[in-house]
């Protein structure tokens, strides 16, 4: 399955509110906005290093396209 992109399935668990201003535009940055809101992103290293700063604030699970 060479063909298959690999996508992050992202999850927003805890509330933007009193959030620090870096991490909260982090969030905004990967498209969430909502708490358990879910957004599909390519499984790249500038994805990654994102995730790995908000790591405290959202679920990441791997899926193939």
């Known amino acids: 399955m060479a063909g298959e992109k ?3 399935k992202i999850t927003l668990r805890k509330s933007l509110i009193d959030m620090h201003k870096k991490n909260k535009a982090i969030l905004r940055a990967l498209g969430l906005r909502r708490i358990r809101q879910s957004v599909l992103q390519p499984d790249n290293a500038a994805v990654r290093g994102m995730i790995r700063k ?3 604030y959202v679920d ?3 899926v193939s396209e």
């Open 6 to 8: 690999k996508l992050l």
């Open 54 to 56: 908000v790591s405290q």
């Open 60 to 62: 990441v699970k791997e």
